[in-house]
């Protein structure tokens, strides 16, 4: 068992963190899984990829029931929680340095059902087959290759315009953040898209807008408020670019607390989306 934890436990943690959202219940599952495949008997792991990835997708897909009622009741927007990839080789690094899907395509999964939400992951992220995605699930190939296409359809992605992400450079953050601190509207709606999207992630327990900014006026107003307003700190908030899900992102941190770590997509070189997450609660990855 020692010996397929630390084989399997880097791959069950990515597929368990797609389906959920959530760092904190992937290592829970993880943790769970492992502990109750020692009581399964050795000749039904004899192909222990498989039966692993069915018992935490299993468990992924109760959870996430669950988890749908909850963020009913959630103040504001729900966004997933970030995971910090340092460059050494831990878990995480290991789980996003190739294909973990992007921040912005987990904010998409939201989208779907647990169902298709699980079909979409084996698929695009763990490169499964359909014959055994349908396998794991109990479910008939075609209906799988269905709930595929209608992922996609609900996520926006089509064979000729897929959902890709554009490559955000430390040097590129470096003059967002400058541009911010000289407090140029003109500058900062320059890096702008016109439909540019704000999402904050408070969950009520931090300061955050409610409902997302829209339209580049509306947004770089946003950003520049906020900005002036914890001048007040100044010499205690500090910026930094940071690999946030495999991407470079800001985390703002004042002397030992996490305040915030933002996620960039950009379109064309501009800014498309931000996803603000200030919920403490998802920060401590970071």
């Known amino acids: 068992m020692e010996e397929l934890y630390?084989?399997?436990?880097?791959?069950?943690?990515?597929?368990?963190?797609?389906?959920?959202?959530s760092a904190t219940d992937a290592e829970d599952v993880v943790q769970d899984v492992f502990v109750k495949a020692c009581d399964v008997h050795p000749e039904r792991l004899e192909e222990p990829k498989a039966y692993l990835c069915k018992m935490v997708t299993n468990r992924c897909l109760n959870l996430q029931k669950s988890a749908r009622k909850k963020r009913e009741m959630y103040i504001g927007p729900w966004l997933p929680e970030p995971i910090l990839t340092p460059e050494a080789d831990q878990l995480e690094t290991t789980v996003v340095r190739r294909d973990l899907l992007s921040y912005?395509?987990?904010?998409?999964?939201?989208?779907?059902s647990p169902i298709e939400r699980t079909?979409?992951?084996?698929?695009?992220?763990?490169?499964?087959?359909?014959?055994?995605?349908?396998?794991?699930?109990?479910?008939?190939?075609?209906?799988?290759?269905k709930l595929m296409?209608?992922?996609?359809?609900?996520?926006?992605?089509?064979?000729?315009?897929?959902?890709?992400?554009?490559?955000?450079e430390q040097d590129w953050v470096s003059r967002f953040l400058t541009s911010l601190e000289l407090g140029n509207v003109d500058r900062v709606m320059s890096l702008l898209t016109e439909?540019?999207?704000?999402?904050?992630?408070?969950?009520?327990?931090?300061?955050?807008?409610?409902?997302?900014?829209?339209?580049?006026?509306?947004?770089?107003?946003?950003?520049?408020?906020g900005f002036?307003?914890?001048?007040a700190y100044q010499g205690k908030l500090r910026f930094e670019a940071a690999a946030l899900n495999g991407e470079t992102g800001i985390v703002l941190r004042s002397e030992d607390e996490t305040l915030a770590a933002i996620l960039i997509q950009l379109r064309c070189g501009k800014i498309a989306r931000l996803y603000a997450v200030r919920n403490p609660d998802k920060l401590a990855r970071v």
């Open 195 to 225: 439909d540019v999207m704000l999402v904050a992630d408070g969950g009520g327990k931090a300061t955050a807008y409610k409902r997302p900014v829209q339209l580049r006026d509306h947004v770089a107003r946003a950003l520049l408020g």
């Open 6 to 21: 630390d084989q399997y436990r880097a791959l069950l943690f990515k597929l368990a963190y797609q389906l959920t959202g």
């Open 119 to 145: 079909v979409f992951v084996l698929r695009e992220a763990l490169g499964f087959d359909y014959p055994e995605i349908a396998e794991l699930l109990g479910k008939q190939e075609a209906n799988c290759r």
């Open 149 to 168: 296409s209608r992922a996609k359809s609900k996520m926006g992605i089509t064979e000729e315009e897929p959902v890709t992400a554009e490559a955000v």
């Open 104 to 112: 912005a395509m987990l904010v998409l999964l939201e989208r779907l």
């Open 228 to 231: 002036k307003s914890i001048g």
